[in-house]
């Protein structure tokens, strides 16, 4: 499997999401519930990793921003976010991004995400924009390495959470 799924990135009803996380529950097998975590554990561990460095590459580049990405209409969460979210091990958070087109994101506060890293849709992690990315290419070879070394990494597991859940993939994408 090469491309991520693009069910669930629109908008969703709270009621809808809710019941596509009681529904996986109760349809998923054990063992395939315990393989998702397993993936999901890898993938925290790697965000985790970039956490303090997005942090300090957010607190060196957003304030003067003057078009900030979090404004921008598309950002859903898709399967593999919430296929990650069910087997975090902790409450996912109340909703899709937004329940209708043209809201804003439900979490975007006065200070920012109100979501921990851990708990944002994927495209809000491994995003970087033309400032950051200049950071980036500042940055020492090794800490270069390790960046893109944990983005193909997260890559890999979101893409096994896709195949851990294999034939249960269309029953899951019509909760
Ligand atoms: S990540 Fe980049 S585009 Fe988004 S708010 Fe920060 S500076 Fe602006
Ligand atoms: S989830 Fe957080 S980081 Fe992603 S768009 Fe919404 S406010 Fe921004």
């Known amino acids: 499997m090469e491309e991520e799924s693009s069910s669930f990135r629109h908008p969703l009803s709270d009621g809808r999401w809710r019941n596509f996380f009681a529904g996986a529950e109760r349809i998923l097998p054990r063992e395939v519930q315990a393989e998702l975590r397993a993936h ?7 965000v ?9 590459l957010c607190a060196d580049t957003c304030p003067d921003c003057r078009d900030p990405c979090c404004t921008a209409g ?7 976010d919430m296929l990650y979210l069910l087997a975090l091990e902790q409450a996912p958070p109340p909703g899709q991004t937004r329940t209708r087109t043209g809201e804003p994101c439900r979490y975007l506060g006065p200070g920012g995400c109100a979501l921990a890293r851990i708990q ?3 495209v809000c992690v491994w995003f970087l924009c033309e400032p950051q990315a200049q950071r980036l290419s500042e940055e020492p070879g090794r800490v270069q390495r390790r960046v893109v070394e944990l983005y193909l990494r997260i890559r890999r597991h979101r893409l096994a959470l896709l195949e851990a859940v294999g034939p249960y993939r269309p029953i899951l994408e019509d909760l």
């Open 40 to 46: 999901a554990r890898s993938i925290r561990r790697a």
């Open 48 to 56: 985790e990793e970039l956490d303090p460095w997005m942090e300090a």
């Open 74 to 80: 598309g950002i859903f969460y898709n399967l593999a």
């Open 120 to 122: 944002r849709p994927y």
